[in-house]
């Protein structure tokens, strides 16, 4: 992991992100109160906090994308002596029908079909409905050619592990589970920036399935499930996995920028602050103030110089950053 620090600017102060709503067959046409947001001709399932083609709304760089910031500023984004391009995608998930069942490559199967990198996900449970599920990994001792015959004869579900879903749960999905959401709840989720999904089954609508790619992609063992929160003296860690580590950080009054760091991460590391509710303000020497509205996300790039995170009341604040893996043995398939 790199030592030095990028040189810190102002160019480079935190910015805000302008949301995509991205339109799913299985989505909400109202996403109030979340967002104020009503959808025209299809339904909108996600809003993409961080996607490629996500405008930046403030600062020096507003009014390009985030994808074409990566590509002109790698090293003042990320720090130096880091993969090249953006390291995560974030998203609001808002499923009114259930998701297709599916499963995500692992970084080998991904680059096996040409693509930089493959998909392991979370999802953290900003809000959910008595009975809520999510499906995420497959029961024990289910093989094979039992998955298989279950695409074909419509009993799949019967294979998958459900998992009940509270307010604040983390559920980590590891790429190779298969996994889908259930409506009931609101999600953020955070996964590396792969868009590949294989679908196995999705319940007779006219989408394409992608069976053999998705068996492939199958892991029957995984490390999906529900994660346990961290509570430290001054911040609950969420999830601490390969590719992000996901925290709340209170913040009473003030916070110095400084503070948000955990004593382990590399100097000069690429963050974004999500407001799950309240607003965050955001200000320090050299560049105005930025205000993240409830729902809204700001990138901490790593050559941004020291701020002040301030609280105006009710603010819930998610502190969201890569992490890059080490090498670990092939799971079972």
């Not at 030095?4 to 799913?24: D, H, K, M, N, Q």
């Not at 992608?210 to 492939?216: D, G």
């Not at 670990?328 to 398939?333: A, C, I, Q, V, Y």
Request: charged letters at 20%; one cysteine or more.
């Amino acid at each position: 992991m790199p030592s030095e620090s990028p040189i810190l600017s102002t160019e480079f102060a935190p910015f805000l992100i302008e949301p995509r709503f991205v339109a799913r067959i299985w989505g909400y046409r109202d996403l109030r109160p979340w967002y104020d947001f009503l959808a025209g001709d299809e339904p909108i399932g996600e809003v993409w906090l961080t996607g490629d083609d996500c405008r930046i709304a403030s600062g020096a760089h507003a009014g390009g994308t985030l994808g074409q910031l990566f590509e002109q500023a790698p090293a003042e984004l990320m720090g130096p002596a880091v993969p090249s391009g953006s390291p995560l995608l974030l998203k609001m998930i808002f499923a009114k029908e259930k998701l297709s069942v599916q499963v995500h490559p692992d970084d080998a199967m991904a680059q096996k079909y040409g693509q930089p990198r493959g998909k392991t996900e979370c999802w953290y449970a900003l809000a959910a409905e008595p009975g809520a599920e999510v499906a995420a990994g497959l029961k024990p001792g289910v093989t094979m050619d039992e998955i298989r015959a279950g695409i074909h004869n419509g009993t799949l579900e019967e294979s998958l592990r459900m998992l009940p879903v509270e307010q604040g749960d983390v559920v980590f999905v590891d790429a190779g589970t298969v996994h889908a959401i259930w409506p009931g709840s609101i999600l953020l989720e955070t996964q590396q920036n792969s868009d590949t999904t294989y679908r196995m089954y999705d319940y007779g609508r006219p989408r394409e399935l992608h069976i053999e790619k998705s068996l492939e992609a199958t892991h029957l063992t995984t490390h999906a499930g529900k994660i346990p929160p961290q509570v430290l003296s001054d911040r609950t860690v969420l999830l601490d996995a390969d590719y992000f580590r996901i925290e709340r950080i209170p913040v009473t009054g003030s916070r110095a920028s400084a503070t948000l760091a955990q004593a382990d991460e590399p100097v000069g590391n690429l963050s974004y602050l999500f407001a799950a509710s309240g607003a965050a303000l955001l200000s320090g020497e050299g560049f105005g103030p930025v205000e993240i509205p409830a729902r809204g996300i700001a990138a901490v790039p790593a050559a941004s110089p020291a701020f002040t995170v301030e609280n105006p009341g009710g603010l819930d604040l998610i502190r969201i950053s890569p992490r890059w893996p080490k090498p670990k043995p092939e799971p079972t398939r």
